[in-house]
């Protein structure tokens, strides 16, 4: 019995030794964990948040746009991977735009479904209401898409690249943006080289404008025009990082063997 | 399929007919290995060529480079004419591709996995044409089945009746016939048979099953790591090797290679187009 079962730990062992994401999995999830609930802790010792369950709430229902636009491009084409359909769609006259934009649209969709049905409940059981945030809410839910599907076109270069082995990036990839994107505290709670990469994510302006509006009613349109400009450079790179890496891996013939697998 | 016969493309200077498929100098490495080596070939209009070798002879590899999967290191493909490098949206939807080693999403109907792909390729009139591909092909009864649920003989007609929608000019099946009792693969067989005496269209096809390739292929090349070692007619190849079995034939290649450098010495291994 002790041979067998030492033979499966053995089995693990190897199957970890030979991916990088199985090993970054044992510590990504706690240590994002640490870091969200870290600075939250941090902000409501700070005394900075005076309106703590308002913002929480908020910035739950909005971090779900952003959540949901990022898998709506990687989890999609990534599904098409495992039931062994995307040489079917490869093969057909569907372009990759077209392929994305429908993942986009399908999204679109979902997203508006779960934020509207975790909204009503958050008014129902919290007394929580998000269209206070008045009409800014409509910009910044486009923003938040808007980079997700950025986020989303990055994460499906890494699987292009890096094949199966980096699935596990579509859950992992919103939550690396978590703790820097100040979903539930101010992005000042956190060390100045942490708010430098803060400042560059569209989403920070979005939860900092949430934020804002719901503590004086006024949206600042200073922390709106930055979250829409940073959007534009990443969505140029996304687009140009995924398709860089989808020539490559045709160049390189790792597109079909992953479509094998 | 009742579909008028198209006209087989022609050069007006020359009056040549355009091939099908048109391969030159083709190499393909991965890493510093190389998996298809220096091959040309071509395949005339309504030809059903068979790509012939054993497992890792450069077949899959070949085919997913002619539908733009891989891009070769060298080498140029022209498809229908056209170059694939540059005109492959032009291209893809007058071809399609069957293998045993895809399949379309499991928790949706067979209609709605036809369907979405009917509606793809722009097939007219798109609910006569699935029901007549799935009659043609004797799974007519599992339209509202899971596709999850077939069987695996079902699931490979499935595939070809996928393959078929288009009425595609060149149809590339890598091994369409693997999981196909000897009754079904006969029927598959008579059915590729009947649409390219319908409409010219041209087959590249690769199978382990010698007999069916001689049943269906109007030549093949055999290939060994990565080379053309040999091609012609089943009949031809087989006299070329003192008259053995093409399935001999095959082991022979597979397991020494250029058989036919003793047996014919000059007898085409890598052949240009014409």
């Known amino acids: ?261 | 399929m009742a579909e008028p016969v198209p006209e087989p493309m022609t050069d007006p200077m020359t009056e040549a007919v355009t091939p099908a498929i048109e391969v030159q100098g083709l190499t393909m490495r991965f890493g510093g290995v190389a998996a298809v080596r220096d091959l040309s070939f071509c395949a005339a209009p309504g030809e059903i060529l068979g790509l012939l070798g054993a497992n890792g002879a450069g077949k899959t590899t070949t085919i997913h480079i002619l539908l733009g999967l891989m891009t070769p290191a060298q080498g140029t493909v022209r498809l229908l004419g056209l170059d694939l490098a540059t005109r492959r949206r032009d291209i893809l939807p007058r071809i399609n591709f069957s293998s045993a080693y895809i399949s379309m999403p499991p928790n949706l109907t067979v209609w709605e996995n036809m369907s979405t792909f009917a509606l793809l390729y722009g097939v007219p009139e798109r609910k006569k044409k699935i029901a007549r591909l799935l009659e043609f092909m004797e799974i007519g009864d599992t339209q509202r089945a899971l596709t999850g649920a077939l069987s695996s003989g079902q699931t490979t007609r499935l595939n070809l009746c996928k393959a078929l929608l288009n009425d595609p000019d060149i149809l590339f099946l890598d091994e369409p016939t693997a999981s196909l009792d000897p009754d079904i693969a006969a029927k598959v067989r008579a059915g590729l048979l009947a649409v390219r005496a319908e409409r010219a269209m041209t087959i590249l096809y690769t199978s382990h099953n010698m007999l069916e390739v001689e049943a269906l292929c109007d030549s093949v090349i055999f290939l060994h790591q990565g080379r053309a070692v040999a091609r012609g007619t089943p009949e031809e190849i087989k006299a070329r090797a003192d008259n053995q079995s093409l399935e001999d034939v095959f082991i022979s290649i597979a397991r020494g290679g250029d058989i036919f450098q003793r047996a014919a010495p000059g007898a085409m291994p890598n052949e240009a187009c014409p």
């Open chain 1, 1 to 261: 019995m002790i041979r067998r079962v030492l033979a499966l730990v053995l089995r693990y062992v190897y199957l970890h030794r030979r991916s990088l994401p199985r090993i970054m999995e044992i510590l990504f999830w706690p240590v994002m964990g640490l870091l969200v609930w870290g600075f939250m802790a941090a902000s409501m010792e700070r005394g900075q948040a005076p309106g703590a369950a308002g913002y929480l709430i908020g910035g739950l229902i909005l971090w779900e746009v952003l959540y949901r636009a990022q898998q709506s491009i990687s989890y999609s084409i990534t599904e098409e991977f495992w039931v062994r359909n995307i040489i079917n769609l490869f093969i057909s006259p569907l372009t990759m735009p077209e392929l994305i934009l429908a993942s986009c649209l399908m999204g679109l969709a979902k997203t508006l479904a779960s934020t509207l049905s975790i909204s009503v409940l958050a008014w129902v059981l919290y007394g929580f209401d998000i269209l206070a945030a008045g009409p800014s809410l409509v910009l910044f839910y486009g923003c938040l898409l808007l980079f997700g599907w950025a986020v989303g076109l990055l994460t499906m270069g890494l699987i292009f690249r890096y094949g199966r082995a980096a699935e596990a990036l579509i859950w992992g990839v919103p939550f690396l943006l978590q703790p820097v994107s100040a979903v539930f505290y101010p992005v000042d709670v956190l060390p100045a080289w942490m708010q430098a990469i803060s400042r560059c994510l569209p989403s920070t302006y979005v939860f900092e404008g949430m934020r804002q509006v719901l503590a004086t009613g006024q949206a600042d349109t200073g922390l709106l025009f930055w979250a829409l400009a940073l959007n534009l450079p990443w969505l140029a790179v996304g687009g140009v990082v995924f398709g860089l890496v989808l020539n490559r891996v045709r160049r390189e013939g790792r597109l079909s063997r992953q479509m094998m697998e």
